[in-house]
């Protein structure tokens, strides 16, 4: 029998439907062939996943392109479209059996608010309805319509903070190949459900842990194949914007249907319990002393959620402080990184610093040293998240203001893995307060350093949705007052003919 082929790649972004910036080509990450597969396998990513599970059965990965970027504003169009051709181009060459993506199934460019389904559906198009097509996505994805229709299976990471992103891409992996070896045909039951989860979304706590134990327990006692809870990412104005629960079955899917509205009944009533008020900034830095080590997420400005990156508000805190504590907070400023790389290292430099784009506080007017400036930097994450995965660092700068580093970047990053700093020169233990700028993903690779806690600041990223101008994703609950009763439907699926 000749050596199955999966075709892999695509584009993989999480858009933020209120942040001005768009995301251009130069926020990506670009890898192909083999590069693509040296790069990924052996890492905690959904690629490394699908190589992980194609290897293990004897299977080739074919990757035509893969776009990989940080959080932020949608994507600019011809940057998908590049993608969308580079993918298509290798669906109509052939020469492949089945079609494995590993995606986020959050992104939006500014024409179009599901271009994953678009992907999906184009290439649905080229390969007709038999060929397997499956896909690795983020939990925070926006699952429509159009994906449910031309993806045969649909994997989501089952963790939050994420954790399993190379499991979810075995997922997606071996279901592709099962479905060749006729072992496998996968029948959907599914539920949407019109609400956001706002902080209390963790799959470690509750409500979601329970429902995530149940989804699990019938998928290890066969009652079903896949079981996947998206919780959509809270600041995508798109129609149909809310959690979809969803289960396969093997052949039938009644099973599976059960489960979908088992879990749904359960997530709609525990609707108020997914909303959490997060402590104080003031209240949280108090906490910090030298020789101990504060990691703080900042809720209003999460990198990881599309935010900026630039908000002043905790640099504000940190001066007017007054106990002049080691730390280190980051800024997206690409003006200050220039002055500071044209000034050099050792050079003393005042400039004005963030609020170019959050403007909950102003810019900050500093002086301080150069103590680091430079063109790029790349490192490897340490993990547990994305470990073994590479980061680059575009152009950087730090300044030393007193005890204080800033982390001055030309593009913006969330800083979920404590590499970020280390690869400019900052070493996170040494700091009494460390700035990261996500809610809680980083708590998996920075909880070896101190005490990780998200506090509630204000800003693009904050969960006080009602202050956002949602328009087409209206209504959904806690915005809205919505009388709804979840149902749970069976999808009808194509019967695959090996």
Request: aromatic share 6%; hydrophobic share 45%.
């Amino acid at each position: 029998m000749a050596r199955r082929r999966i075709l892999a790649g695509g584009i993989s972004q999480e858009s933020h439907s209120f942040t001005p910036v768009r995301t251009g080509r130069d926020s990506f990450t670009i890898t192909t062939g083999t590069d693509a597969l040296a790069k990924a396998r052996g890492t905690n990513s959904t690629l490394g996943g699908i190589i992980a599970a194609a290897e293990a059965a004897g299977a080739e990965v074919l990757v035509p392109t893969l776009f990989r970027a940080q959080s932020g504003g949608p994507v600019e169009e011809g940057v998908f479209q590049e993608v969308l051709g580079l993918m298509c181009e290798a669906a109509r060459r052939g020469d492949f059996d089945a079609i494995a993506l590993p995606l986020h199934g959050g992104m939006l460019t500014p024409s179009l608010h599901d271009p994953e389904g678009v992907l999906i559906t184009a290439l649905r198009g080229i390969v007709g309805p038999d060929m397997p097509i499956t896909a690795a996505f983020d939990l925070h994805a926006h699952v429509t319509p159009e994906i449910l229709r031309d993806c045969d299976l649909l994997a989501g990471y089952l963790t939050n903070p994420h954790a399993d992103q190379g499991a979810t891409g075995e997922r997606a992996g071996r279901a592709a190949l099962a479905m060749l070896e006729g072992r496998l045909t996968p029948v959907l039951a599914h539920a949407h459900l019109p609400m956001l989860t706002l902080g209390r979304d963790r799959t470690d706590e509750p409500p979601l842990i329970g429902l995530h134990a149940r989804a699990a327990a019938s998928v290890a006692s066969g009652a079903v194949v896949d079981a996947s809870i998206f919780n959509a990412q809270q600041f995508l104005d798109v129609p149909g914007l809310g959690q979809v629960v969803m289960a396969y079955g093997n052949g039938e899917a009644e099973a599976a249907r059960a489960l979908v509205q088992d879990l749904a009944e359960a997530l709609w009533a525990t609707r108020a319990e997914t909303i959490i008020r997060y402590p104080g900034l003031e209240e949280t830095l108090a906490r910090a002393t030298p020789g101990r080590t504060l990691i703080l997420g900042d809720q209003g400005d999460r990198v990881a959620a599309g935010a900026p990156g630039d908000s002043t508000v905790i640099l504000h805190a940190l001066l007017a402080d007054g106990r002049e504590l080691p730390a280190i907070l980051p800024l997206t400023d690409a003006e200050a990184v220039a002055a500071c790389r044209a000034a050099g290292v050792g050079a003393t430099v005042t400039l004005q610093a963030g609020g170019r784009i959050s403007t909950m506080m102003p810019p900050v007017s500093v002086t301080g040293e150069v103590i680091a400036a430079a063109e790029g930097a790349a490192f490897t994450y340490a993990g547990p998240a994305e470990a073994g995965q590479r980061a680059l660092i575009g152009p950087y700068a730090v300044l030393r203001v007193g005890k204080l580093n800033l982390a001055l970047t030309a593009f913006p990053y969330s800083y979920l893995d404590p590499g970020y700093f280390r690869a400019m020169g900052l070493e996170p233990s040494d700091h009494a307060v460390v700035v990261v700028r996500s809610g809680y993903h980083f708590t998996l690779n920075f909880a070896a350093i101190g005490a990780c806690v998200t506090v509630d600041t204000p800003g693009l990223s904050s969960y006080r949705v009602a202050e956002m101008p949602f328009t087409v994703a209206r209504p959904f609950y806690p915005v809205d007052d919505i009388a709804f009763t979840p149902q749970a439907v069976i999808h009808a699926r194509r019967t695959f003919q090996g």
